[in-house]
């Protein structure tokens, strides 16, 4: 197929997985939602779920796309031949989503750039440019989005370009070195160690239908489950890589930067707090949680003096990376699609999608407390779970048994006597659909 394009190893697309699967979700969501929700009692209900559900939803989505070998549409057609119209709903349903989740992602995205630039002011002796970066106003929000925006069409518009790619393999790593140095810095902290019992000693009291939908809500969004982003890539995917094996160092790697970014944020939160930073309201609510992130680590990088701007600006500088490998993969879903489906150009097309993208977002910025956790709700405790059970469903279910043990086989030659094969495709079937039902019928 000579307009579509593979990963030259399987380092590749681990990495590029990795990278959209590795963001925001990882250093905001996952902190966020364990410090509304108890702090280890959702860390617990988080590794259980990303292992028995969302693991297995991993490598279905990984298959359909290796196996489609095309955009979502042609992909979910491939399974379904004589049934068109399912491609064409859950490809368009995939698609819809990334753009939604892509639309509020570079809000927050906006921020973080934001934060780059404020503690360059502050060094300039400009405070009061410093103070309006990290106040929340309008036009800050739309500013700083459309810059992120910009970034985004700029990489998808080139094609998914070996620049970024080899960016991140030289900046990730960096940033999970910062991590670990910033890690021990903040347990050294007075009050840190409340947050670190908060995260690792469980009150099972926490432990509620609407922590397990959170939970599996954000372990769908932190594996970029659902909308597409990685069965695309896994179209890029080679026919020799062992799909089960590469799924699992993926779901790995993002667990891991998950964990570590909670061992930071959670510990930080009450240094914070002990600095007079309110944390929690009287009635012991999170406050304004959506921010909570943004409010902790600019006062952890105030405690460490003048070392601390030049810290800040490059734990920005990578989380912006971070994120920038995320939203391209969301922004690729469309614009993939509008190429191969609708034959127009990428270059037109990551403008014109990518705009759209941009008012849309603007849209959320102007009615902010209406719209922002409604979109956050529906693509990602909604859309991503139901759209990649779709999925399972239709290979669990439809697609004949001998196929999906071939399109395993090519990779794994093996793989019909290993445990993974005794269980993963009951799983599959029964146990995922299963597990979804009873979490989404107990949030009613
Ligand atoms: N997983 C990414 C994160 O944790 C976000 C992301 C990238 C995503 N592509 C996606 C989320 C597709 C949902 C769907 O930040």
């Known amino acids: ?28 969501g996952f902190p966020t939602q ?22 297995p939803m991993l490598v279905a989505e990984i ?18 031949p004589k049934n068109k119209f399912v491609g064409t709903l859950l490809g368009t349903g995939g698609l819809l989503t990334a753009s939604g989740i892509l639309s509020f992602y570079a809000i927050l995205a906006g921020w973080l750039v934001a934060y780059f630039f404020a503690p360059v002011f502050n060094m300039l002796g400009m405070e009061n440019v410093a103070v309006w970066l990290q106040e929340f106003g309008i036009a800050r929000n739309i500013i700083f989005m459309i810059l992120f925006m910009l970034l985004t069409i700029l990489v998808v518009k080139s094609g998914v370009s070996d620049g ?12 999970l070195i910062l991590f670990v140095v910033l ?34 809500g954000q372990a769908f969004f932190s594996l970029s489950l659902g909308s ?25 790697l993002d667990t891991g930067v998950a964990f570590m ?25 999170l406050i304004s949680s959506g921010s909570l992130v943004f409010d902790v680590l600019p006062e952890m990088f105030k405690t460490m003096g003048v070392m601390g701007s030049f810290v800040a600006i490059i734990f920005f ?12 993969s969301m922004l690729e879903i469309p614009v993939s699609t509008a190429i191969h489906q609708y034959n127009h150009e990428r270059e037109k097309s990551s403008w014109v999608i990518g705009l759209l993208i941009t008012v849309f977002s603007a849209v959320i910025i102007c009615n902010f407390d209406t719209l922002f956790g409604l979109v956050i709700t529906i693509t990602t405790q909604y859309g991503q779970p139901l759209l990649s059970m779709s999925y399972a469903l239709i290979l669990g279910w439809i697609w004949s048994r001998k196929s999906l043990l071939e399109e395993i086989k090519q990779g794994y030659p093996d793989v019909d006597r290993s445990i993974f094969w005794k269980i993963w495709p009951w799983y599959l079937r029964v146990v995922c659909p299963v597990l979804m039902l009873m979490v989404f019928v107990s949030s009613l």
């Open 228 to 252: 597409c982003s990685i069965m695309v890539y896994g179209s890029y995917l080679r026919k020799d890589a062992n799909i089960p094996k590469t799924g699992a160092q993926v779901a790995l």
């Open 164 to 175: 970024i790619e080899r960016w991140s393999v030289r900046l990730m790593p960096l940033l």
């Open 1 to 28: 197929m000579s307009t579509h394009g593979q990963f030259s190893s399987r380092i590749g697309f681990i990495l590029a997985a990795a990278g959209s699967a590795i963001g925001l979700g990882n250093i905001w």
């Open 183 to 216: 890690i021990a810095y903040i347990l050294i902290q007075d009050g840190a160690s409340e947050g670190l019992k908060m995260y690792l000693i469980p009150d099972w009291s926490h432990i509620t239908p609407s922590l397990m939908v959170s939970a599996m």
């Open 261 to 285: 970014a909670g061992l930071l944020i959670l510990p930080a939160m009450f240094v914070a707090q002990k600095n007079g930073v309110q944390i929690y309201d009287d009635a012991g609510a």
């Open 317 to 328: 500088f990578l989380m912006i990376i971070a994120a920038l490998t995320s939203s391209i």
């Open 34 to 55: 364990a410090a509304t929700h108890g702090g280890a009692a959702f860390l617990i209900i988080y590794l259980l779920l990303v292992f028995a559900l969302a693991y």
């Open 63 to 80: 298959i359909v796309g290796r196996y489609g070998q095309g955009d979502p549409i042609k992909s979910i057609r491939a399974l379904l």
